[in-house]
């Protein structure tokens, strides 16, 4: 088997043409920061040999690590290089069960290939019969060692991978003492951030279509906040919502076809509206805020933050019946809630006992929940395409992303390359036309 | 009728007017001193503005906005609220009807009633609570009669803060309506 990367799929060419856009190069940040819990947790635990490539093993361990399925150890054993007689003896005294041989090479041409293959620890037996081979240029190399992280989750624990999925936010910065906000994109663990949108009005939002191919977002550089579609494939932009009042929490459904906003025609609360083509429908008749709307996976329900009891809780709105069902008890600050992308779970931000923010995940269906963080602070969580981890902000570590994995085993940091604040990471979803 | 389109000073114009006529004739009269009676040139004079007198411009008159004139309830703009709470607070009312007063006498003004949050939990709710908060303020203004078109509430969230900062004192600083004139 053979793959070949090459970075940059037109979306650099076309943004650059199109967009003011400034592209920033690749900065190299800092190690990963990832810390796994203690107590009850049966992780596959491999171990990952260096490659040869300083760094590049790194980058397939961290990915692992993240997900919370795995225990990653990138470690010199004693076999390193001998892909068929490998010590696994020393392998399963490090723990592992798994081990992942493998090594990058330079090719004539300038491009690389990695090499690499699994075998059992346990048994000694290779997972497959030969080495498998990616090709990739220089831009591409940590897509080259994400691909590999890819492979291994899909191989070990049946799920897809998603160590190739972006995640758009908005960089809040300074340049000559004014603040400048930036819509950005950059790999999930904070590489190769790409910026959209540079602008001196606030920016917040950002929300995925659900191809990949374009970010709704909301904009105050009319002063007040209207929403706006940018494609990502030609740079190419829109107004969705410019009613009066205010217009913001774009989502978009599954179809593509409808936006749910927050809008304030009537000069009341926020209240929710499904724009399609033509129509404007209100989406629900209530007292109070309504706001953050997210479409379950089927298109058929919404999570929302409503006040209408006198504190903000989440909702789910059936949008056939228009009735809608409190699903946040206990706490009197629920808001931000996300459905996971097989609409079993959400995760929301929920205030604790000590009136610290924190990300809460619970069963839709029945209820039970679970706190996924517990240092306070956290704000606007969103699932990765595979429900395997979840991207929040914290305004307490502001310059980076953060991830937990959804068993709430591993926390981990993403630093971004920019100085500013991180606000609304938003995880794509698994695919697009161009990354 | 005529008299209620000369906001401040038409008010003024009839309470002179009536005191005057109160002075010195008996109440039979009054009724038509209101109707009768033009407006003291005293207090016509900033209303008509002479198109070819700069220096009688309607801004030589004194503007209780302005500090130097007064240190009034005027020259407080903030109203603050309590942490995810959009009622406005008791203790802010005598400042809300001061510029509600003020707005009633100027109809050609026109306030921005500006809803900010502290910088806690989900930039969207914040937002909305923002927007309550700076209805809550225009709602009262209406209600004592100021027009719609004199109103703008918008929020901010908590985009705008004012007090940077994770503290206590920097949030209760941030959960504020600003009321900020258009001309201003």
Redesign the interface.
Known sequence: MLWRFRRGLGFLAAAVLVLPVAVVPPVSVRAADIRATSGEWRPIEIVVEPFGDGGFADIIADDLNRSGDFRAANRRTASFGKTNDADYAAVRAQGGEYLLVGQVRQNANGESTAAFQLADAITGAMLDDAPLNITFDSGARRLAAHSIGNWIVQKLSGKAGVFHTKVAYILHGAAGGKKVYKLQIADYDGHNAQTVLTSRARLISPAWSPDGNALLYVSFEHRKPVIYWQSLLDGSRRVIANFKGSNSAPAMSPNGRTIAAALTLHGGDQQIYLLDDNRRRRARQSAGINTEPDFSPDGGKLLMTSDEGGTPQIYQLELASGKARRLTFGTRYAVNARYSKDGALMAYVRRDDNRRNNISLMDIGGGAEVWLTDGGGADSPSFAANDTMIMFANENRPNRLHIVSINGKVLSGAGVAEKGAVADPEWSPISSDWF | MKNKTFGKHGVLALVVALAVSGCAQKPQVSGEIIDEEPVPPVVERPIVVPADDPAEDFSAAPDPLDERVTDGLLQRRAVYFAY?KSVVREEYLPLIEAHTGYLLSNPDKGALLEGNTD???????N???G??RA?AVRDIMSAGGVSEAQLE?????E?EPRALG?TEAAWAENRRVDIRYRDE
């Open positions: 995810d910088s806690r939990g989900s930039t969207e709710y937002l909305a609570l927007q309550r209805n509430a918008l929020s901010y969230g985009g994770n």
